[in-house]
């Protein structure tokens, strides 16, 4: 197997010029690297793969397409059906696993309408290959899964990390804390005033706090302050926060936006942090009308919002939309080492951009492809067309993160050559010039084994599964199965808009059929044991989770069917 590493270039709009990427910011105090396990994808021939991938939508009417230093001196005649095509907005939320994991230790299964499969793929970041400059490197490999004909194809994006040199611009951070009667549970409102306590510590005396506490209404108790000899205060000010009453989560977030533009500092990282269970109930009760309130402000000065999830009764689809919604990422917390992990590694790689409106394309090649199917994403789903429209909402991506897609792919009997092209697009977080990578596949990197990979792609692929099964609830599978599958249309796939959410109830969900290839449970769970033998704590984790959730599901299952229809599968 065969993991192409990508050299910079990039396909552009004519006349557009690339910017470079805005300096990432690391919090000094703070160990360096991602919040996330660490894996490295290996590239098991040495040898580096450079081509001229077709990209895979057209352009834009009237815009022509230039070739990038991808190259290996062949051009391929590849033009992807529409339901050969897969778009979808980047993402690198992780609180969906955190929380299956905390729902798991507490003896129950997880809601199957919280688990987001890309959320327990990313929680494990990847050694991919760095860019050398700003931008992404594109990284693309696979192997055979057990189900016949089936491979698992990895998509691997990477950001290049910050230096370790401490210099960055300050950061001007408004905390936005629940402080509603939910919240006096142990590991909500505790766990929060000492992760404050933990950030107010690790910060630079040049950066700076503003805090607002919301329950039945929202007030600030500490304007945008300079730290400095200040940090007291601060203290002082997360101490006497107490729980109380209800939970009207929208007025807190109007008024820490309101807190965090009248603070905001010119030249300076401006970020709203939201410390919340998410269970509104006074005020406004969707996101979106939430997030109606503070559009304006946000679009004009750009503060976005990083959302961490406490408690073991938590608002996850509406801490989701809340951090989609406004151009930011979420996380959850369960204990004091993960509250450390994700204010002195994740916050800080979620505080400064390397791409705005990033969105990712794979073109699948008809003549060797016969079905496939993306892992998760589901609510990140772009419209085929709008893949080059930058109007369109994409995600946020920090300095040093990896993001992951994997695919299920079947593929047409004794055929051999393209697979597929990957492709990613993204805005400089400054100049708002559009900026693309490319890299593509062969038949011949999809034909080793899964489980004599790489130990990153079977971490991958561990998350991925246990995800899917969990999906399944209670009948979580133990065996092989193919997917449900959609015929193939003709038409270009479209994302639904999707409907405003209750504040504290899951949204609607459509079972699927598992996954081809998926090991049973108890089997997922020996393979994060053999992972984990190198006392990897992240994985250790995994395979405890996995094996809570076969005791639960009782470790039952039925045999999944698929059809013979081409294309996308759903």
Same mark, same amino acid.
């Given at each position: 197997?065969?993991?192409?590493?990508?050299?910079?270039?990039?396909?552009?709009?004519? %006349?557009?010029?690339?910017?470079?990427?805005?300096?990432?910011?690391?919090?000094?105090?703070?160990?360096?690297?991602?919040?996330?396990?660490?894996?490295?994808?290996?590239?098991?021939?040495?040898?580096?793969?450079?081509?001229?991938?077709?990209?895979?939508?057209?352009?834009?009417?009237?815009?022509?397409?230039?070739?990038?230093?991808?190259?290996?001196?062949?051009?391929?005649?590849?033009?992807?059906?529409?339901?050969?095509?897969?778009?979808?907005?980047?993402?690198?939320?992780?609180?969906?696993?955190?929380?299956?994991?905390?729902?798991?230790?507490?003896?129950?299964?997880?809601?199957?309408?919280?688990?987001?499969?890309?959320?327990?793929? $990313?929680?494990?970041?990847?050694?991919?290959?760095?860019?050398?400059?700003?931008?992404?490197?594109?990284?693309?490999?696979?192997?055979?899964?057990?189900?016949?004909?089936?491979?698992?194809?990895?998509?691997?994006?990477?950001?290049?990390?910050?230096?370790?040199?401490?210099?960055?611009?300050?950061?001007?951070?408004?905390?936005?804390?629940?402080?509603?009667?939910?919240?006096?549970?142990?590991?909500?409102?505790?766990?929060?005033?000492?992760?404050?306590?933990?950030?107010?510590?690790?910060?630079?005396?040049?950066?700076?706090?503003?805090?607002?506490?919301?329950?039945?209404?929202?007030?600030?108790?500490?304007?945008?302050?300079?730290?400095?000899?200040?940090?007291?205060?601060?203290?002082?000010?997360?101490?006497?926060?107490?729980?109380?009453?209800?939970?009207?989560?929208?007025?807190?977030?109007?008024?820490?936006?309101?807190?965090?533009?009248?603070?905001?500092?010119?030249?300076?990282?401006?970020?709203?942090?939201?410390?919340?269970?998410?269970?509104?109930?006074?005020?406004?009760?969707?996101?979106?009308?939430?997030?109606?309130?503070?559009?304006?402000?946000? %679009?004009?000065?750009?503060?976005?919002?990083?959302?961490?999830?406490?408690?073991?009764?938590?608002?996850?689809?509406?801490?989701?939309?809340?951090?989609?919604?406004?151009?930011?990422?979420?996380?959850?917390?369960?204990?004091?080492?993960?509250?450390?992990?994700?204010?002195?590694?994740?916050?800080?790689?979620?505080?400064?951009?390397?791409?705005?409106?990033?969105?990712?394309?794979?073109?699948?090649?008809?003549?060797?492809?016969?079905?496939?199917?993306?892992?998760?994403?589901?609510?990140?789903?772009?419209?085929?067309?709008?893949?080059?429209?930058?109007?369109?909402?994409?995600?946020?991506?920090?300095?040093?993160?990896?993001?992951?897609?994997?695919?299920?792919?079947?593929?047409?009997?004794?055929?051999?050559?393209?697979?597929?092209?990957?492709?990613?697009?993204?805005?400089?977080?400054?100049?708002?010039?559009?900026?693309?990578?490319? $890299?593509?596949?062969?038949?011949?990197?999809?034909? %080793?084994?899964?489980?004599?990979?790489?130990?990153?792609?079977?971490?991958?692929?561990?998350?991925?599964?246990?995800?899917?099964?969990?999906?399944?609830?209670?009948?979580?599978?133990?065996?092989?199965?193919?997917?449900?599958?959609?015929?193939?249309?003709?038409?270009?796939?479209?994302?639904?808009?999707?409907?405003?959410?209750?504040?504290?109830?899951?949204?609607?969900?459509?079972?699927?059929?598992?996954?081809?290839?998926?090991?049973?449970?108890?089997?997922?769970?020996?393979?994060?044991?053999?992972?984990?033998?190198?006392?990897?704590?992240?994985?250790?984790?995994?395979?405890?989770?996995?094996?809570?959730?076969?005791?639960?599901?009782? %470790?039952?299952?039925?045999?999944?069917?698929?059809?013979?229809?081409?294309?996308?599968?759903?």
């Amino acid at each position: 197997m065969r993991t192409w590493k990508v050299r910079r270039g990039s396909k552009v709009r004519r %006349g557009l010029l690339a910017a470079a990427v805005a300096g990432g910011l690391l919090l000094t105090g703070c160990s360096s690297g991602g919040g996330e396990h660490t894996d490295r994808a290996v590239d098991g021939s040495g040898k580096e793969r450079r081509g001229t991938a077709p990209m895979p939508a057209p352009p834009a009417p009237g815009e022509e397409q230039r070739d990038g230093s991808q190259r290996d001196g062949r051009e391929r005649d590849f033009a992807p059906a529409p339901d050969y095509l897969s778009t979808f907005a980047l993402d690198v939320d992780t609180a969906s696993y955190g929380y299956a994991r905390r729902t798991l230790a507490e003896g129950r299964l997880p809601d199957p309408s919280t688990v987001r499969p890309e959320e327990f793929v $990313n929680s494990f970041r990847q050694d991919y290959p760095r860019p050398e400059g700003d931008g992404f490197s594109v990284n693309v490999d696979g192997a055979r899964t057990d189900a016949d004909g089936w491979s698992l194809m990895r998509v691997g994006l990477a950001t290049r990390a910050d230096a370790d040199d401490g210099e960055r611009p300050p950061a001007a951070l408004t905390f936005v804390i629940d402080v509603s009667g939910s919240m006096a549970e142990p590991g909500r409102l505790d766990l929060v005033k000492e992760s404050l306590g933990i950030m107010t510590d690790e910060l630079r005396d040049d950066d700076s706090i503003a805090l607002v506490t919301f329950s039945d209404s929202a007030k600030t108790v500490l304007p945008m302050t300079r730290l400095g000899e200040n940090r007291g205060k601060v203290h002082s000010a997360v101490a006497a926060m107490e729980p109380t009453q209800s939970t009207n989560l929208e007025a807190g977030i109007r008024t820490g936006y309101d807190t965090a533009v009248g603070g905001r500092r010119d030249g300076a990282t401006n970020r709203v942090v939201l410390l919340s269970d998410a269970l509104a109930n006074t005020g406004e009760t969707s996101a979106d009308g939430i997030l109606e309130r503070i559009s304006d402000a946000r %679009g004009e000065h750009g503060i976005t919002l990083f959302g961490v999830g406490v408690g073991s009764d938590y608002g996850d689809a509406l801490m989701e939309r809340l951090a989609d919604k406004g151009d930011g990422h979420t996380t959850y917390v369960s204990d004091s080492e993960e509250a450390r992990k994700v204010f002195c590694e994740q916050l800080p790689a979620n505080i400064e951009l390397r791409a705005r409106d990033a969105k990712a394309q794979v073109a699948f090649d008809p003549k060797t492809v016969k079905q496939f199917r993306l892992i998760g994403y589901d609510n990140r789903a772009v419209a085929d067309d709008d893949f080059r429209d930058d109007s369109v909402d994409g995600g946020e991506v920090g300095p040093g993160h990896t993001v992951t897609a994997l695919y299920a792919v079947k593929m047409r009997p004794a055929t051999s050559g393209h697979v597929a092209t990957a492709s990613v697009r993204w805005l400089d977080p400054d100049s708002r010039a559009p900026h693309e990578e490319s $890299n593509q596949i062969e038949s011949g990197d999809l034909e %080793g084994g899964l489980w004599n990979a790489d130990r990153g792609l079977r971490t991958t692929a561990v998350a991925a599964y246990f995800a899917d099964a969990l999906r399944q609830g209670t009948s979580a599978r133990s065996g092989p199965g193919d997917p449900a599958v959609r015929p193939d249309t003709g038409a270009t796939t479209t994302a639904p808009a999707p409907a405003p959410e209750p504040m504290s109830t899951s949204t609607g969900f459509a079972a699927r059929r598992p996954l081809p290839g998926a090991p049973s449970l108890a089997e997922l769970a020996r393979n994060a044991e053999e992972l984990s033998s190198d006392d990897d704590k992240a994985l250790r984790d995994l395979a405890t989770a996995v094996r809570q959730a076969d005791r639960l599901a009782g %470790g039952s299952g039925g045999e999944g069917g698929g059809g013979e229809e081409e294309g996308e599968i759903r």
